[in-house]
């Protein structure tokens, strides 16, 4: 049985998640339709330069919090996080993808890679780079201003 006051201490536990490189032959629209029937978090996005891996799974472990705010998709709050952008739509063209884009990122829950696969997505190790400037301060500020 689990320690109640250790478990209120430490908080629930955190859900794993991996960032990879994604090719999708078939587009990203026809893979999120296949998408929907499974029940855990994934999104595609777009950098032009890429953030460090751990800035980006440390926005997909906050986006967890997305029922807090008046965003009620947690890729949609997750979108925010990464672009720094408390707007939905000016986050989506920031780092959004098209339907018809066949190469973007994703991050989705660990565990999940023979769904991904089964609908068409392959995903391949990206050396993300290491550097981590302070890029976490932007995601904190968006952050805030969307949980107030």
Known sequence: MAHPVRE?????AQVPYDASLATVPSGIGNALGCLKKYNFFHQFFFMETPFPE???????RRSEKFNRTSI???GAYFMCLVAGRRNISDAM??????????????????GHENEL???GVITETYLFPKDS????G???MTEME???
Not at 8 to 12: F, I, K, L, Q, V
Not at 54 to 60: M, N, P
């Open 138 to 140: 932007q995601m904190t």
């Open 93 to 110: 063209k920031l780092v959004g993808c098209g339907m018809n884009d066949t190469v973007a990122f994703i991050a989705f829950e660990s």
């Open 146 to 148: 969307l949980i107030n």
């Open 54 to 60: 751990e800035y980006i799974l440390e926005a997909c």
């Open 133 to 136: 400037r302070e890029i976490y």
């Open 72 to 74: 009620r998709d947690q």
């Open 8 to 12: 209120a201490r430490e908080g629930p």
């Open 117 to 119: 696969k089964n609908c």
